[in-house]
């Protein structure tokens, strides 16, 4: 763990940079691999001093050197952000293969939310590969547990896909592929999931119903994704210490 700890903030750091660069090229129908990083005002390639994660952008105060352009703050965030989750994996899953799927999942949401609260879409780019990966990562480090993954994805795609059929204009196809995906990843802490992102997402509807009135808020578009993550994220980490607890208060 001494070792484990460092390493995953260091990569998650890194690996951040690239889902910057997912983010925002993905949607646009863009190559991932080039051109290379360049600013968005002058076009000017960033060079590799410049593209340290978080520290450039803080050392540059947020600007381009060339141009003076200034770059988003959502770009050390998304970082840091990565960073924190990947060290949250390790230090609750441990230094060992059960890391590998927590990780997995991280990688897969941070993307789909920032998307999907940008652009409102869930890319199939992401989800395909995303529940292939857990499933193969599920059937190398747990194959006991490969039946109670499979379940849980075809329940929570079901469940979500019932909720969209409802009431399309409230959910669309790519929350309902997310939410099998996380079915794969979280097993049967996907049910805390799903309970956590309905609860957020209806508490946030309701605030927006709030400031704007109930004619004009029912007409607010507001993206599943980013609670669907959120959900995730919560299944991921004290998801099988709720299920385990609910298990033994009332089972």
Do not use: Q
């Amino acid at each position: 763990m001494v070792l484990a700890v460092p390493l995953a903030l260091v990569l998650g750091l890194c690996v951040g940079s690239f889902l910057n660069v997912v983010v925002y090229r993905l949607p646009r129908g863009e190559s991932l691999v080039s051109p290379g990083s360049h600013c968005p005002g002058c076009g000017t390639a960033v060079a590799a001093r410049d593209n340290v994660p978080v520290f450039s952008w803080l050392l540059l105060r947020g600007r381009c050197r060339n141009c003076r352009t200034a770059i988003s703050a959502r770009y050390p965030l998304v970082e840091l952000l990565t960073a924190v989750l990947a060290v949250a994996v390790v230090l609750v899953k441990g230094a060992d293969r059960d890391a590998w799927l927590g990780l997995a999942l991280v990688l897969t949401l941070i993307p789909c939310a920032l998307i999907d609260l940008e652009h409102r879409i869930i890319p199939n780019k992401i989800t395909a590969p995303a529940a292939v990966a857990a499933i193969a990562i599920v059937a190398i480090t747990h194959t006991d547990r490969l039946p109670e993954h499979l379940i849980a994805g075809a329940a929570a795609f079901t469940f979500l896909l019932v909720a969209a059929l409802a009431y399309p204009s409230g959910m669309g196809m790519g929350d309902v592929k997310l939410a099998g995906v996380l079915g794969l990843f979280l097993g049967k802490s996907v049910a805390p999931a799903m309970l956590v992102a309905l609860l957020a997402g209806s508490l946030f509807g309701m605030a927006v119903i709030a400031r704007k009135g109930t004619k004009e808020g029912r007409k607010t578009t507001v993206p599943f994704g980013p609670f669907l993550a959120l959900g995730g994220i919560a299944g991921l980490l004290p998801g099988p210490a709720i299920i385990g607890w609910y298990v033994d208060s009332f089972m």
